[in-house]
């Protein structure tokens, strides 16, 4: 338990006023991350429901591959024009696991415009404003973000962005940081086919975890007390009719489609040419200095602290550390291409939630650009807390993947 808790006490040592935190309210925060985790985890039939989400994932994978084959003939999945020496050998991430993120936009979009999305996050968004207290934009924004990105939930409280309290601007940016969009939930549990049981539903509930761990977090380290927008009406749909939601919900997935792509190759192009830059220096411990190899001693006591023992620790603190610096989504790639046995059951699950986050430089850049189109005039308070929302979104999903080392035995 001390585990956890450390990740608030930090919190505590570098917050801007110790004496304003409310106690009260990061303790039923607290709580509520303990009932959200024994509920989805430990109870039969609730665990039976998301289990069930797994033919989910092979039903929108399948979908999927129907299309892509359709358009882009082996290279998207579809029949060999040749045989296959190489296992493996034919598969194209972009063509293949990539254009998930179209589905899942044009199926988000379609939610949304059906109301269906919007009743969900108002549900999500009471319980966050009964139990923590905060303000009815924020809970909003928060329960959002456990579905949708860091930019696409703050524009369902696009009126009150400018009015958020310094604390609530921060909480919102917290929030997006500690959580994953749904659109790229699919395309991780495509990844972790096979690594975790039921990868979807693993993924959804580190994100329900999660959004109180990031009010938790952001009261600790900016306390306020002020709330706003209690009385919230969500926007009406831009599209006419469901066929028009799908397409608008298309075009965008193919923005994010191309910008995910793009990251993911100059991200791993920057990573190789740091490491060859590195080789140039001595060995250490008679291996060849890497940035993995760095990160790995800087995360380690981290994963340590979720429960991990320390052997493992040493393995899963690279993969912290770049999802930290780079992205989740290579954190996930190489979580999935670990060697058998690296990593037992447990800590291949406390790795899982505690990677389930938007919280690294790249998403900075996003998140910062986003707000300040939404709020011009807090254009320079919003980059001013943005690296302190890195290092709150990272605590978050830790006490996340913290309450999972104890759940889970």
């Not at 696009?158 to 997006?176: A, D, I, K, N, Q």
């Not at 608008?248 to 991200?267: F, K, T, W, Y």
């Amino acid at each position: 338990m001390w585990d956890w808790g450390f990740f608030v006490a930090l919190c505590w040592a570098i917050s801007e006023d110790r004496r304003a935190v409310p106690w009260r309210v990061v303790a039923i925060g607290m709580g509520l991350q303990v009932v959200i985790a024994l509920v989805l985890l430990k109870l039969p039939p609730v665990q039976h429901a998301f289990l069930a989400l797994n033919g989910v994932v092979e039903a929108i994978q399948s979908a999927t591959r129907a299309g892509t084959s359709f358009v882009f003939g082996y290279l998207g999945g579809g029949a060999l024009p040749f045989a296959e020496t190489t296992p493996g050998g034919s598969f194209v991430l972009v063509f293949q696991a990539l254009p998930i993120i179209l589905i899942m936009s044009a199926l988000s979009s379609l939610l949304f415009h059906w109301r269906i999305l919007p009743a969900v996050v108002r549900g999500m968004a009471w319980v966050l404003t009964r139990t923590l207290g905060v303000g009815g934009a924020v809970g909003v924004s928060a329960a959002a973000n456990i579905f949708m990105g860091m930019v696409e939930a703050p524009l369902l409280i696009r009126p009150y962005v400018r009015h958020l309290s310094r604390s609530e601007l921060f909480m919102v940016m917290t929030c997006g940081m500690a959580t994953i969009a749904g659109t790229m939930m699919v395309l991780y549990a495509s990844f972790l086919q096979g690594v975790v049981d039921n990868p979807l539903g693993q993924i959804l509930i580190a994100s329900l975890i999660s959004a109180p761990a990031a009010i938790v977090v952001s009261l600790v380290l900016i306390p306020s007390q002020a709330r706003t927008g209690g009385d919230y009406v969500p926007p009406p749909s831009e599209a006419a009719t469901a066929i028009e939601a799908i397409a608008i919900g298309a075009q965008e997935g193919v923005q994010l489609l191309i910008s995910v792509a793009a990251l993911l190759l100059v991200m791993v192009a920057l990573v190789a040419l740091l490491n060859n830059a590195l080789g140039v220096l001595p060995d250490v411990l008679g291996a060849p200095l890497t940035l993995e190899r760095m990160l790995g001693w800087l995360m380690a006591p981290v994963c340590w602290l979720m429960g991990m023992p320390w052997a493992e620790a040493m393995v899963g603190g690279p993969l912290l550390g770049v999802k930290t610096i780079l992205n989740e989504m290579i954190a996930y790639i190489q979580l999935s291409h670990l060697p058998e046995g690296a990593l037992s059951e447990r800590s291949r699950l406390i790795l899982t939630y505690a990677l389930c986050g938007f919280a690294n430089f790249g998403s900075l850049g996003i998140m910062v650009g986003g707000l300040s189109t939404l709020a011009p005039e807090r254009r320079g308070e919003i980059a001013r807390l943005g690296l302190k929302s890195i290092l709150s979104g990272t605590v978050a999903t830790c006490m996340t993947g913290a309450i999972i080392g104890l759940v889970v035995w």
